[in-house]
């Protein structure tokens, strides 16, 4: 799962009834997972996808590399890659409407592709800005996702998701592994069509494997939150 909503130029091709291609170039800025210790970019990520329309709902897979340069002139550019498999399925049994979507992605040396987000973001894992770039990048990971949709009527809806990212650092000192797993449940109001009023409950829990000396500030912890939202779109 993306963690921003970068700038994009790509092309779709069909390639046979409820199968398509796309290759897109995007901009990777959007997927830095800390505000400093980053080069100016040189080339932009290449993305893949494959996708499946069908009766029963759909499905794709997802690839993409990417380059990362760093500031500091004794850190060698690296190459990263991520690829993540994807399902949305509906559930005619519980509603009109209703739906299932499962998610899982893997990624090397491109932390980005797996939700992790940049300090100031408003949901979401975000690493300490203790942590540079050099250190942030350079980890394996993975995560999972599983959310349900259900309408409660044509202007009630809720959803519950569950997800979870694991990362394995290679050179945050103190660290041998991160866990980091949210849940929510919402109920969102649409009296007419533009106009949402959401209210959410989520659980957050960070578990940070930590041995020798800690030298950053990632500790684990237990969060609750309760949000409450308006949009308005015309």
């Known amino acids: 799962a993306p963690s921003q909503y970068p700038?994009?130029?790509?092309?779709?091709?069909?390639?046979?009834?409820?199968v398509s291609v796309r290759l897109s170039l995007e901009d990777q800025t959007a997927r830095r997972v800390v505000p400093t210790g980053y080069a100016s970019a040189r080339l932009p990520d290449v993305v893949g996808r494959l996708r499946i329309d069908q009766s029963w709902g759909t499905a794709q897979l997802t690839a993409a590399l990417?380059?990362?340069?760093?500031a500091s002139v004794t850190a060698p550019s690296q190459t990263g890659w991520a690829m993540q498999i994807g399902a949305t399925l509906p559930v005619a049994w519980a509603g009109e409407g209703d739906q299932l979507v499962l998610e899982a992605a893997y990624a090397r040396h491109a932390p980005g592709y797996l939700g992790i987000y940049t300090a100031g973001d408003a949901a979401g894992f975000t690493l300490p800005i203790s942590i540079l770039a050099e250190a942030a990048e350079r980890m394996t990971g993975w995560s999972g996702a599983i959310s349900f949709e259900h309408h409660w009527s044509p202007t009630w809806r809720s959803n519950v998701f569950v997800t979870a990212v694991g990362?394995?650092?290679?050179?945050?000192?103190?660290?041998?592994?991160?866990?980091v797993v949210r849940s929510a449940a919402n109920l969102i109001w649409a009296p007419v069509v533009g106009l949402e009023i959401g209210m959410e409950l989520g659980y957050f829990r960070v578990m940070a494997d930590q041995e020798g000396i800690v030298v950053n500030d990632i500790f684990s912890r237990d969060q609750w939150a309760l949000l409450a939202s308006m949009s308005r779109s015309f």
């Open 7 to 18: 700038g994009v130029l790509g092309a779709d091709w069909a390639v046979a009834d409820g």
């Open 66 to 70: 990417r380059e990362t340069r760093f």
């Open 167 to 179: 990362l394995v650092p290679e050179k945050l000192p103190g660290y041998k592994k991160l866990h």
